[in-house]
């Protein structure tokens, strides 16, 4: 085992000195000390955080305690450090924790969590996720899910994690019919999956199973399709292919290899309380269970922007030209390749890309259209940007170009300096440390988990894509005359129908995740929305919107219920990428039809206002509605189904469906539109 | 020693959040409140991940003094 955290003399030196301060009351002096130590590191040691973080709290200053405390998370996965900010961290007032959104998860497990529930806390945290947990009794995770009035139900978790172990698998170590004892046991999840679907709407997070070095059937293990190490790989494959929109599975046994099996399986602690994961472990596991958790949240990152010169080929363009850049040939020109390969792959999964570049522009692109080994094309990036004013303003005009929040993006830079200008100026912008080496680009990148994916819609896979056509549509605008002219030119379809079972995934993405066309921001699960379909009273619609650049896919959603002769809207949002197109007056007008079926004599809409939802303050009243009511900022609106005057016409044809798409999806990538 | 003791002092006051927490050779666990077996778990836990080392199960189990600890640790680390 290696001393991961053994200090270095100037860290122990400044906590033995800080420490003194302290026991002379001089918390100033103490801090001063500790943050004077910290400035020389990029993430200083979490030693230092806390001590720095403690000392913040004893003087009162609530945000910087927070602030610090987090900041040990970046340091590295120390166990007893992570446990110590957890505990500073429990009694901080929820507003003071600023986090993105807040849920309520139980775990439920088949060895001790009592370490695993504040790690998990605090990793979530840091994902901008304020957590409620309740912690099972120990080892009763299948008495609680059968039960339906158990504790774990009352609470009503939205998330419901099953963290268990192989040991507790029912597969003996050889058996002659493997495929039905797998099948048997595969039979027990589905079971409890179904036990919780029904008694809860919480989301499933499943752990599935860490396969143990040891073995004695050796490599033979691996060939028996009767041994229980194979056994347990089928079991793993069944729960990832069996798993309904409903559950998470996180791939436990690959964190393991990861981690280092023989670390990560340490019978000693098994044996003294209990312990599956190896306390060391658990901070790694619980930082990959929040990363689940945000994805499921709509809180992973949408948009990675690049620096170039030694970030994405190695040497500077301006002055080595573009043949003197490194790339593609020699150890150091295959690794910016194996990055660019990874960056693609990205992009394919969705992440939009961007460059923001310290250069003048014609020599930023020109490696991407002379220097033939260069992977990435210019047209892989949604949008480019390479001047000589500092990244920060220039991260914000893209931000504005995508029409992406600042807490979408994440900057990666080879340059500390830009880095920490990043951080400074925009700390809702991700920027994580890369090491100097570029052979490690791709793990340092992997190891962030900032884009990890809960589900791959359609969507997803041509976001990029829609980002560029985005883009490009405010260049026509840009060149168009009127605005009238550029919504034409646009020749705009939508496809307006119910929710059906196949958008549901999309529909519940869209709810987590949508905050700026957002009237009410209520945060439905997939459990809600299924019991909403099955409510008579329940109207219910997406939009599908495309234009003459791209398939923008499914952007919109309304929900309103039918009250007497009211129709009511519950829920009304729209993906940032087709904000201004008119769409939500053809929205409005067939909700209008719907509700004159229905009987309504009038729709009632309610805004409330967040953080985010500016945009769309005026939105009833632009609509013509009229405001009936205020209250602390939200407001009530009205419109009487008699009126059939919109006012304002949508450029949008309202069809079946598209009669021809652009090309269609092979592989994940998608081929240009023509 | 004096590093090995300060650094030991270090992950006791991080597992007990006491910054005021110092520690004596004569010292046994029921001298330090909020030593219970989770605290025992994540203490020996810390002090191996702090100093790069291993416990047996034995001692893992039982521990009678700071002292003992110390001499474990200073044997370990030669």
Redesign the interface.
């Known amino acids: 085992?290696?001393?991961?955290?053994?200090?270095s003399a100037s860290v122990?030196s400044a906590?033995?000195q800080a420490?003194q301060l302290?026991?002379a009351n001089d918390c100033r002096g103490a801090l001063e000390v500790c943050l004077s130590a910290a400035d020389a590191y990029e993430h200083p040691p979490g030693?230092l955080c806390?001590?720095i973080a403690?000392c913040y709290q004893r003087l009162g200053d609530t945000d910087a305690m927070v602030h610090w405390a987090l900041s040990a998370v970046d340091a590295g996965e120390?166990?007893?450090?992570w446990?110590?900010c957890a505990?500073?961290l429990k009694n901080v007032p929820a507003a003071s924790l600023k986090a993105r959104r807040s849920a309520r998860l139980a775990v439920l497990s088949s060895y001790t969590t009592?370490?695993f529930v504040p790690l998990l806390q605090i990793a979530a945290l840091r994902q901008g996720i304020a957590l409620e947990i309740h912690e099972g009794p120990f080892g009763q995770y299948q008495q609680e899910v059968l039960n339906p009035s158990s504790v774990t139900y009352a609470f009503k978790p939205d998330f419901l994690l099953l963290a268990v172990d192989e040991r507790e698998t029912n597969l003996p170590n050889h058996c002659a019919q493997p495929l039905e004892a797998v099948e048997k046991e595969m039979a027990r999840w589905r079971s409890l999956w179904q036990h919780a679907e029904e008694n809860s709407t919480a989301t499933i997070i499943q752990h599935n199973f860490a396969l143990s070095p040891e073995d004695a059937l050796g490599h033979l293990g691996s060939r028996l399709a009767g041994s229980r190490y194979r056994m347990l790989q089928e079991l793993n494959r069944r729960l990832a292919e069996e798993a309904g929109e409903n559950v998470l599975v996180l791939d436990c046994d690959r964190i393991a290899g990861t981690f280092g099996k023989e670390r990560w399986f340490d019978p000693?602690?098994w044996?003294?309380?209990r312990?599956a994961v190896a306390?060391?472990a658990l901070p790694l596991l619980a930082r990959h269970t929040a990363a689940l958790l945000a994805a499921r949240l709509g809180l992973s990152r949408k948009c990675l922007v690049l620096d170039l010169d030694n970030t994405l080929w190695g040497g500077t363009v301006g002055e080595d030209g573009v043949s003197g850049l490194q790339i593609g040939d020699g150890p150091k020109g295959e690794a910016y390749l194996a990055f660019q390969e990874y960056l693609r792959a990205l992009k394919s999964k969705g992440i939009v890309l961007a460059v923001c570049s310290k250069n003048d522009e014609a020599a930023a692109k020109a490696p991407f259209e002379k220097h033939p080994r260069m992977l990435l094309r210019l047209d892989d990036f949604a949008a480019f940007v390479a001047n000589w004013r500092p990244k920060p303003e220039n991260l914000i005009s893209i931000s504005r170009t995508l029409n992406l929040g600042l807490d979408s993006f994440v900057f990666l830079d080879d340059n500390p300096a830009e880095r920490l200008a990043m951080r400074r100026a925009l700390p809702a912008v991700e920027t994580p440390a890369l090491p100097d080496d570029p052979a490690l680009y791709v793990r340092a990148l992997n190891r962030t988990l900032l884009f990890e994916t809960a589900v791959l819609t359609e969507e997803d896979r041509r976001r990029a894509e829609q980002y560029a056509a985005r883009a490009k549509a405010d260049e026509a605008r840009a060149s168009a005359g009127s605005l009238a002219d550029f919504y034409s030119s646009l020749k705009m379809q939508a496809i307006i129908e119910p929710i059906s079972p196949e958008q549901l995934l999309r529909v519940v993405q869209l709810l987590g995740k949508t905050n700026q066309f957002n009237l009410t921001t209520r945060r439905h699960s997939l459990g809600t929305v299924s019991e909403f379909l099955k409510d008579p009273s329940c109207v219910h619609f997406t939009a599908r919107l495309r234009d003459c650049f791209t398939d923008h896919g499914l952007v919109a959603l309304l929900i309103a219920f039918v009250h007497g002769e009211t129709l009511s809207i519950d829920t009304w949002l729209m993906s940032c990428r087709v904000i201004g197109r008119t769409l939500e007056f053809e929205m409005l007008r067939y909700l209008c039809e719907k509700g004159r079926e229905r009987g309504c004599r009038s729709i009632r809409g309610l805004y409330i206002p967040t953080e985010k939802n500016g945009l769309v303050r005026d939105l009833f009243s632009d609509l013509g509605f009229r405001l009936i009511e205020e209250t602390n900022g939200t407001t009530t609106w009205e419109r009487s189904l008699d009126d059939e005057s919109l006012p304002q016409r949508s450029f949008i044809q309202r069809v079946a469906s598209f009669d021809t798409l652009p090309e269609e999806i092979n592989d994940g990538r998608l081929a240009r539109p023509a | 020693m004096a590093d090995l003791h300060d650094q030991l002092e270090g992950v006791f006051q991080t597992i007990f959040n006491n910054d005021q927490l110092q520690l004596r050779d004569d010292m046994s666990p029921p001298d330090i409140p909020g030593w219970d077996s989770v605290a025992h778990v994540n203490l020996m836990f810390g002090i191996e991940q702090t100093f790069g080392i291993r416990f047996t199960g034995d001692e893992l189990a039982r521990l009678e003094t700071i002292g003992e600890l110390k001499r474990i640790l200073a044997s370990r680390m030669r």
């Open positions: 085992m290696n001393a991961h955290f053994v200090q122990q906590l033995h420490n302290l026991s030693a806390l001590k403690r120390e166990f007893a450090v446990l110590a505990s500073l009592v370490q000693r602690y044996l003294l309380s312990q306390l060391d």
